[in-house]
């Protein structure tokens, strides 16, 4: 079987900005990021996805970008670049660039020729239209971010579309010459010798061409069913694979919010030359009166559901993306597992098992490997990011909610959350900087921290560690079949996996007590490749949070 090498790849997430600070100015840099490559060597992951590292006025931390071809002032130049990329490879890791082409910064020069109108090349690049006749915006669509998707620009005398913040304009795809422009500037990447993009939001690429009022959620009209998996994105996809893609020797990964299966298997099937493996976030998404903000956990029958139909719907059709969290979601153990001792430990540790004994490439969040946490924050004065704050003058200064309500749905999950500084060390400010961290490091960080985790063989590091060797040694876990067992469970997380005469049964506890539970018949004398506690079931208990994977030998 000729198995391409994103398919056992383990993909490790780094936030730039939260990573490592070389240089004591208090953000995270890429020379910080090389002085860590033995880290996530001895993790023993294969691919870094870099958030963005280019050039940027850091409205939304790098996702809006003013030079793709040029590295973030702060973050150092592109010798550090070059560097980081020459090591990594040296080392055997491989590094996959965000790349954010839905939208630039309002600081990109496009932006600025495009604004001045008139009959200059640049005029068409972005989405401009006329105000209604009463001079009222061209439709009532909210941004992602607050407010209206639309900007009054006084040079131009237009409005145009931005889906996130107003300093996000979005492009327009529709227009050739922006897809040469940005396929020419991914093929300058691919040169250098990268290894693959993740595509932030790339199933928002494409827009009707009739752009009428959404049906109206909250304060504003919804754009989704305009913009969201719209009328071409497949052909600029497909483009995209001809033109760049099918170049290079690369794993491709969409953002692509609000997929069904059936969707990803468009984006990625293996026969139609687009994209490798989405995200999708059908199991992270959990709306209640506020919308997303809310502290809801989402039960675990609907969480098994959702993990196992994609399991199931994409097997031998597409790939799946693995992930309990990244930059975008609060912290995983925080969400899904219990983050108080003396849970903390086995849930993350259980919830690192459930996940990457499962179909796909998964992904790990810095620090996740940690089980790093929330962070508690006091009040929106402690928040940096655009949409958390955004959020908060929509819902709470506007007088819509109280604060005693909201907030601690917006607390629980806050970006903000995953973007404190990385845990290295109990030294000062976790090791991550010599200067004043750009956002406060987790009080935690002198229990919780990579030196501390490095010295103990019983530490989520070293589970990771182990749970990613197992997927080097095993094909099944790779290429197996999945079957979900105890559906309706409130406790367990059952499932196998089975490759031709190879079995793996996975059993993981969400639960912080004792479960009853039989380990089924033909895995009794199984071999027990991996648990959070040091000894393997008995007697029809399991404990709290408790995790195995147990391997029926063939022939057995
Ligand atoms: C994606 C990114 C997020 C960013 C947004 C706009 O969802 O993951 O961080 O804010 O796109 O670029
Ligand atoms: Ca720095």
Not at 76 to 88: I, P, S, V
Not at 135 to 160: H, I, K, S, T, V
Not at 389 to 397: G, I, Q, R, S
Not at 507 to 530: K, M, N, R, W, Y
Request: include cysteine.
């Amino acid at each position: 079987m000729n198995t391409p090498w994103w398919k056992q790849a383990v993909v490790y997430q780094i936030y730039p900005r939260s990573f490592m600070d070389s240089n004591g100015d208090g953000i995270g840099d890429l020379r910080g990021i090389t002085s860590r490559l033995d880290y996530l060597k001895k993790l023993g992951i294969d691919v870094i996805w870099l958030s963005p590292i280019y050039q940027s006025p850091n409205d939304d931390n790098g996702y809006d970008i003013s030079d793709y071809r040029a590295i973030m002032t702060e973050f150092g130049t592109m010798e550090d670049f070059d560097e980081l990329l020459a090591k990594a490879h040296e080392k055997g890791l491989k590094i996959v660039m965000d790349l954010v082409v839905n939208h630039t910064s309002d600081e990109h020069r496009w932006f600025a020729e495009s604004r001045k109108g008139g009959e200059g090349p640049y005029r068409d690049y972005y989405i401009w239209r006329d105000g209604k006749e009463d001079g009222g915006l061209p439709n009532n669509w909210g941004a992602c971010f607050g407010g209206p998707a639309w900007q009054f620009d006084q040079e131009r005398g237009q409005y145009y579309l931005h889906l996130f913040s107003k300093k996000q304009p979005d492009l327009n795809w529709d227009h050739p010459a922006v897809r040469d422009d940005v396929f020419d500037m991914m093929n300058w990447w691919c040169e250098k010798g990268i290894d693959g993009f993740r595509m932030d939001v790339i199933s928002m690429i494409s827009k009707t061409k009739d752009m009428p009022d959404g049906e109206v959620k909250g304060l504003y009209g919804d754009y989704s069913p305009y913009c969201v998996h719209g009328p071409k994105v497949h052909d600029y996809l497909r483009e995209m694979n001809r033109k760049v893609l099918s170049k290079y020797d690369l794993m491709t990964v969409g953002e692509t919010a609000g997929v069904t299966p059936k969707d990803a298997c468009l984006y990625a099937g293996a026969d139609r030359g687009e994209l490798n493996m989405v995200f999708q976030f059908e199991h992270v998404d959990v709306h209640g009166a506020y919308g997303k903000w809310n502290e809801k956990r989402m039960p675990l029958p609907q969480l098994k559901e959702i993990l196992s139909r994609w399991q199931t719907e994409l097997s031998g059709k597409a790939w799946n993306s693995l992930f309990w969290d990244n930059h975008d979601q609060p912290r995983a153990v925080s969400r899904f597992g219990d983050d108080r001792a003396p849970y903390r430990v086995l849930s993350a540790k259980a919830l690192a098992t459930c996940l990457h004994m499962m179909q796909g490439t998964p992904y790990i969040y810095q620090g996740e490997e940690l089980g790093m946490t929330n962070y508690p924050f006091r009040g929106p004065e402690d928040f940096q990011d655009i949409e958390s704050l955004h959020a908060y003058e929509e819902w709470c200064e506007s007088g819509r909610v109280s604060h005693e309500r909201f907030w601690p749905c917006i607390a629980a999950v806050s970006r903000d959350n995953a973007r404190t500084p990385m845990q290295w060390d109990e030294t000062d400010q976790a090791g991550f900087t010599k200067g004043t961290p750009w956002m406060p490091v987790n009080p935690n960080y002198k229990e919780i921290n990579a030196r501390a985790e490095l010295a103990d063989p019983d530490s989520v590091f070293y589970h990771y560690q182990k749970l990613i060797a197992l997927r080097k040694q095993y094909p099944v876990i790779v290429h197996g079949t999945y079957r979900l067992l105890l559906p309706d469970s409130e406790e367990l997380f059952v499932y196998e996996r089975i490759l031709g005469e190879e079995k793996l049964l996975v059993v993981c506890s969400f639960a912080d007590h004792e479960t009853e539970f039989q380990v089924p018949g033909e895995f009794v004398l199984g071999t027990c490749l991996i648990s959070n506690y040091r000894d393997r079931p008995e007697k029809g208990v399991l404990r709290a949070y408790e995790a195995v994977v147990l391997h029926r030998q063939p022939g057995l």
